[in-house]
Each structure stands twice: as C-alpha cells, then as structure tokens.
Nanobody, 115 residues
C-alpha cells in the first residue's frame, strides 16, 4: 500500500506565492517520477510539472519561469514552488507518484489565486 499526501494549498492574491509539498510513504520501491497535475471543473487534468528520479524536469508552457519543481529522494517528497500566481492557476492540484508497475495519486489540494 502506498499513501500520497499533499499539503500547502490555499488562497493567495494574484502575484503571490505558494509552496506545495507531496510525501509518498508505504511500500515504495524505485519511484520513476513524481509530478503535479491540476484540474478545474469541466476540464481534464493537466500536467503542471514533473521530475524524474534522476532530476530531469518538464513543465507546462503556462507555468515555465514561474513554477519550480524539486525533489528529496531520501524523503520521497516532491515540492512545487509557485510564484507570480495568476487567477488562471486556480485549480485543485494533485500529486502523482509513478512507480515501475503502478501509479498513485494524492487527494488533491485547492489553490486559489484571487483578490
């Protein structure tokens, strides 16, 4: 069994910053990648940022130069530093942990950028 727990969401004014954390625990062997996705009502879940065990990252074009993903392999934890938040970043953010043969999702954390 694998547990994935996100934290750090909340309400912030446009232009502000938030830092999301995601910790994976349980029967974890060989995490391939960890990443953040987001979803708004009526839309498909979309990739925000992803990082491999080797540190290779990729980002959605809409968040490049504003968001930064990082990872602590020893703690099986991934972070998402979000700067210069815009109203269109408002969504539920989900953490995805990809193992060799399976994938796990967290429960999601709400991020709202609004004045």
């Amino acid at each position: 069994q694998v547990q994935v727990v996100e934290s750090g969401g909340g309400l912030v004014q446009p232009g502000g910053s938030l830092r999301l954390s995601c910790a994976a625990s349980g029967n974890i062997f060989n995490i391939n990648s960890m990443g953040w996705y987001r979803q708004t009502p009526g839309k498909q879940r979309e990739l925000v940022a992803r990082i491999t065990s080797g540190g290779i990252t990729n980002y959605a074009d809409s968040v490049k130069d504003r968001f930064a993903i990082s990872r602590d392999n020893a703690k099986n934890t991934v972070y998402l530093q979000m700067n210069s938040l815009k109203p269109e970043d408002t969504a539920v953010y989900y953490c995805k942990v990809r193992l060799v043969v399976s994938t796990y999702w967290g429960q999601g954390t709400q991020v709202t950028a609004s004045s």
